[in-house]
């Protein structure tokens, strides 16, 4: 009885009894407020992750499967990069801007990586890099860190943030489909919510 007991507690996904769904995209300024708490701390590692998560819009498991590789050469970053998703086997390509690249740069030099190395290692044995399950921790202390709740944000916050801020700034619903590599278009309009947020927009707008 006690094993099979055991092997159940074994199998039990990590994130048994946490709240799932659409987690919420960070807003400029939630940005900014994670960006400064982690440059204060020093934590390089976790400033790189961070603006890398925010620029690449990369689902969890291909972001931590970049290599230094990837988006760096000679110890320079690359200002695009180019990935093959996981998930759908097409690539995928993405920004990295300035402020993302000089965090990389820093990252990659006080870590002493490789080319051939992982871009964010883990310090465990059982992974070469950082797991999923290790990610959704780190994204939970940046956003606990700022005050906000750790219920409503995930990894997948990290992945929504900027093609959010994309297409409510253009509309461009191609664009972030591109960015965000769906193959159909409504899972970009699924992804996004953006159905009911026009709906409630064209509604404030409209008085009667």
């Keep these: 009885m006690y094993s099979i007991r055991k092997q159940k507690e074994l ?3 990590w994130n048994k009894g946490k709240l799932i769904g659409q987690k919420m995209p960070l807003n400029p300024q939630e940005i900014w407020a994670i960006r400064i708490q982690l440059q204060n701390e020093g934590r390089r590692r976790d400033l790189a992750l961070f603006n890398l998560a925010i620029d ?3 689902r969890a498991s291909d972001l931590l499967n970049i290599c230094v590789s990837d ?4 110890g320079q970053v690359h ?3 180019m990935i093959s998703q996981r998930k759908t086997r097409q690539p995928v390509r993405f920004e990295i801007t300035k402020r993302t690249r000089i965090s990389i740069e820093q990252w990659i030099e006080a870590a002493k990586l490789e080319t051939s190395s992982y871009l964010f290692p883990s310090r465990q044995h059982a992974s070469p890099h950082l797991s999923t399950r290790q990610y959704s921790r780190i994204v939970e202390s940046w956003v606990r860190g700022v005050g906000l709740d750790p ?5 997948h916050s990290m992945r929504r943030t900027k093609a959010t801020l994309i297409y409510r700034r253009t509309k461009n619903l191609r ?5 965000l590599g769906h193959s159909k278009l409504d899972s970009t309009v699924r992804y996004l919510g953006i159905e009911i947020d026009d709906a409630l927009e064209i509604s404030e707008q409209t008085d009667v």
Excluded: D, E, I
């Excluded at 988006?71 to 000679?74: E, H, I, L, Q, T």
């Excluded at 664009?175 to 960015?179: M, P």
């Design 151 to 155: 219920k409503a944000y995930g990894t």
């Design 56 to 58: 690449s819009k990369l």
């Design 11 to 13: 199998k039990m996904p």
């Design 175 to 179: 664009a972030v489909q591109l960015l």
């Design 71 to 74: 988006v760096a050469r000679n």
């Design 79 to 81: 200002s695009r990069a």
